[in-house]
């Protein structure tokens, strides 16, 4: 049975940090991805990272680069999302999505398996 089980959401004041895990349980991946989506808002991909190279490869949003740093603990097969200079922006339901990119690790539909989501609430 495929499980993503993220944690690590709540709520922070603009410039905090916060710092989300996922773990990955039943499923071979190379992708783990966070998506995350605000109100009204399409999701969007934020980070990601593969599991398999190494040094490792990631990849962010323009909008978060400089501030999310993604890693990985294949030991425990969990992915990482430290999260710093936090923004109202930065405020939504945050995913992650495990997988073998194709194309576009942004895309979402490049994806087999996600959590259930983690909420991140910045306040200004």
């Known amino acids: 049975q495929v499980e993503l089980v993220e944690s690590g959401g709540g709520s922070a004041q603009a410039g905090g940090s916060l710092k989300l895990s996922c773990k990955v349980t039943?499923?071979?991946?190379?992708?783990v991805t966070w998506f995350r989506q605000a109100p009204g808002k399409e999701r969007e991909g934020v980070a990601s990272i593969n599991t398999l190279e190494l040094p490792n490869l990631t990849y962010y949003a323009d909008s978060v680069k400089g501030r999310f740093t993604i890693s990985r603990d294949n030991s425990k097969n969990t992915v990482y999302l430290q999260m710093n200079s936090l923004q109202v922006e930065d405020t939504g339901m945050y995913y992650c999505a495990a997988g073998w990119v194709a194309n576009s690790w942004s895309r979402s539909n490049e994806y087999n398996y996600w959590g259930q989501g983690t909420q991140v609430t910045v306040s200004s």
């Open positions: 039943g499923y071979r991946y190379r992708e």
